[in-house]
C-alpha cells in the first residue's frame, strides 16, 4: 500500500521556471523524505524534513511540511533540463520503513 | 564500496524459473530494504532486515518470495516458480537507522517471459 500521493501526476515547465509538487499522506509521521528518480535509475535521496520542522532548504530545493494537513511541497526554483525525473515523497511513521507515492514525473524542457 | 551494489542489473526469467537477486548494503549500515516497483509506480515496500534479523516481510507477495542476510550485511532476494505479474524493477536499500535517509541501489530490472 501507498501512504503518500503526489499530485501533480506529470509536470512540464521551461528552463528557469519553478516547479512545485505536493505529497500528501494519510497517517502521522516521524519525518518525510523526497526522493529523485531518473529514468532506469535508483533513488537518490534529496531532503528529509523531520515533523516537527515547518521548512527546510537545500540548494535550489525547498520543502515545506504541514502536519495539521498532512501535506508537503517540495519547490524547485530556476529548473535545469537536467532536474527532469521523477519525483517521490515518502514517510516514516513510528518503526516502519519508508513509504513511497506514486511520483511526480517533472520535464524541463530546454 | 561507496554505495549499495545490486546484481545483476538486469535478468530476464522464463516463467516457473528460480531467481535470486543480490544486494550489498553500505558497509556498517544495520538496515537493508527491499522494494518492488513496477513501471510507472513508486516503490513498493516488501521487507527490512535490521542487521541478520528479518523484522518485517509483510510486504512479501507470496510465499514465492524469501529474503535473507545471513551475516548481516549481504542479503539476497530469491523468487521462486517466477511469474509473469513478478516482473518489475527490484530495489535495495541500506541506512544507518530505520528513520534516517535510505541510499538505494540501481536496481534489477527482473522481466520473465
Known amino acids: 500500500s501507498q501512504q503518500g500521493e503526489e499530485d501533480p501526476q506529470a509536470l512540464s515547465i521551461q528552463e528557469g521556471e519553478n516547479a512545485t509538487m505536493n505529497c500528501s499522506y494519510k497517517?502521522?509521521?516521524?519525518?518525510l523524505q523526497w526522493y529523485r528518480q531518473n529514468s532506469g535509475r535508483g533513488l537518490v535521496h534529496l531532503i528529509l524534513i523531520r515533523s516537527n520542522e515547518r521548512e527546510k532548504h537545500s540548494g535550489r530545493l525547498r520543502v515545506t511540511l504541514d502536519t495539521s494537513k498532512k501535506s508537503s511541497s517540495l519547490l524547485i526554483t530556476a529548473s535545469r533540463a537536467a532536474d527532469t525525473a521523477s519525483y517521490f515523497c515518502?514517510?516514516?511513521?513510528?518503526?516502519?520503513?519508508?513509504?513511497f507515492g506514486k511520483g511526480t514525473r517533472l520535464s524541463v524542457i530546454a | 564500496g561507496a554505495g549499495v551494489s545490486q546484481s545483476p542489473r538486469y535478468k530476464v526469467a522464463k516463467r516457473g524459473q528460480d531467481v535470486a537477486l543480490r544486494c550489498d548494503p553500505i558497509?556498517?549500515?544495520?538496515?537493508l530494504f527491499w522494494y518492488q516497483q513496477a513501471l510507472g509506480q513508486g516503490p513498493e515496500f516488501l521487507t527490512y532486515?535490521?542487521?541478520?534479523?528479518?523484522?518485517?516481510k509483510s510486504g512479501l507477495p507470496s510465499d514465492r518470495f524469501f529474503a535473507e542476510r545471513p551475516e548481516g550485511s549481504v542479503s539476497t532476494l530469491k523468487i521462486q516458480r517466477t511469474q509473469q505479474e513478478d516482473s518489475a524493477v527490484y530495489l535495495c536499500?541500506?541506512?544507518?537507522?530505520?528513520?534516517?535517509?535510505?541510499?538505494f541501489g540501481q536496481g534489477t530490472r527482473l522481466t520473465v517471459v
Open positions: 515518502a514517510t516514516h511513521s513510528g518503526n516502519t520503513p519508508l513509504v
Open positions: 497517517t502521522s509521521i516521524n519525518n
Open positions: 536499500a541500506s541506512s544507518g537507522g530505520v528513520n534516517t535517509e535510505a541510499f
Open positions: 532486515f535490521q542487521n541478520e534479523a528479518q523484522l518485517d
Open positions: 558497509s556498517g549500515h544495520v538496515s
